[in-house]
């Protein structure tokens, strides 16, 4: 291991073996940074992909004559974000894994493994930015500048702590200008490889499969929102609220508008206007503030998942119950719990909490 430092220091690049990652590589090597490359093995067994995507990491490090290692964090994968998500859904929960993931398992290990091989920063390809405040004097987690990719709601439950530490390349590029410079560097390859939308421990076909033999089929009846029996489901984990697909009764279609977990009533409506799926109060449990407010209440743009619109709301805190909650000025639609609220003041990501 080359352990000869760059004035400007000594990066970790979290290497999964696709563009985003190893662009990031290249360009802190133009940079001036020393780099090394790292993939985390988050999966035990052989799947294609991830040999595949190993091989990747390994091809781009070669190239540019950087050292590149793997290492093996897949029990604690197994416990921290596949143990959550069968968890929350044996609960009726809805889990956000990749939130959970980057906080509790990929950001975790990943500046344990910097300190075991000297490196001042770890970098991902995620699009995402980082400043300091002059005012404040704190570091903030800022929107990507490509509103179409930004990834700050992925990183909501980061510690303040770990941002003076983290350095995200691509969070002033257009994703688009990222694939043209992986071609004009000769990583055609990355530009052709389709990027992954499923979870990455289980593909999104195979899903079904995999809670069967996880969690087990567990058949219940199917009511509406007066109880009345319509039909029957192999088990409400496979369900969310909201969920259309895969309801099949007639005179649909219908949504999901709830669950009762001790019956195993999987409760449905065919109205689409139905008010139980829409609220404006929005109570959150396991709060992470990156940067925390001096008081309350205060005026936010939130977003209760990843690919919704941002709407207006206030974060208030309940002194006599201890509890933070949103307030949206509109009404949300399907709010389930164990999803995860992340709240924005401006370009600034304040921070998440899960929905309870």
């Not at 410079?181 to 421990?201: H, I, P, R, T, W």
Request: glycine content about 8%; charged content about 25%; proline content about 3%.
């Amino acid at each position: 291991m080359n352990v000869l430092k760059s004035k400007k220091g000594r990066v970790l690049v979290a290497m999964s073996g696709g563009i985003d990652s190893s662009m990031t590589l290249v360009k802190l090597l133009d940079e001036g940074y020393d780099v090394i490359g790292v993939t985390l093995k988050l999966v035990n067994g052989s799947r294609c992909c991830d040999i595949e995507a190993q091989n990747h990491a390994k091809m781009v490090c070669k190239k540019y004559g950087v050292d590149h290692y793997v290492f093996d964090v897949s029990k604690n994968f197994e416990k921290k974000v596949i143990g959550y998500y069968l968890d929350e859904l044996r609960a009726a929960h809805t889990p956000n894994p990749c939130v959970i993931c980057n906080r509790f398992l990929k950001f975790d290990e990943l500046f344990k493994i910097a300190k075991k091989l000297k490196c001042d920063y770890v970098a991902t390809g995620h699009y995402a930015r980082i400043k300091k405040s002059n005012k404040t004097g704190e570091y903030e987690l800022l929107k990507g500048s490509d509103s179409n990719k930004d990834q700050t709601y992925y990183l909501s439950f980061l510690r303040n702590e770990w941002l003076e530490k983290i350095l995200f390349p691509l969070g002033t590029i257009k994703k688009e200008n990222t694939y043209k410079s992986a071609k004009n560097v000769g990583l055609d390859f990355l530009v052709q490889k389709k990027e992954s939308q499923d979870l990455c421990f289980v593909d999104d076909k195979l899903r079904k499969m995999f809670l069967a033999e996880k969690i087990g089929k567990k058949p219940g009846d199917i009511v509406d929102e007066k109880g009345k029996v319509l039909g029957k489901h192999d088990g409400i984990h496979y369900y969310t609220i909201g969920q259309r697909k895969g309801i099949l009764l007639s005179g649909g279609p219908y949504f999901v508008i709830g669950f009762n977990v001790k019956k195993n009533y999987l409760i449905v409506s065919n109205r689409l206007s139905q008010a139980a799926l829409y609220q404006s109060e929005v109570y959150l449990k396991n709060i992470n503030f990156i940067n925390e407010p001096s008081k309350f209440p205060i005026n936010v743009d939130a977003k209760i998942r990843y690919k919704q619109p941002l709407s207006k709301a206030t974060l208030n805190y309940d002194e006599t119950k201890k509890q933070y909650f949103l307030q949206f000025k509109t009404p949300q639609r399907a709010v389930t719990k164990g999803q995860i609220a992340v709240f924005y003041a401006g370009q600034r990501c304040i921070g998440g909490g899960v929905i309870k």
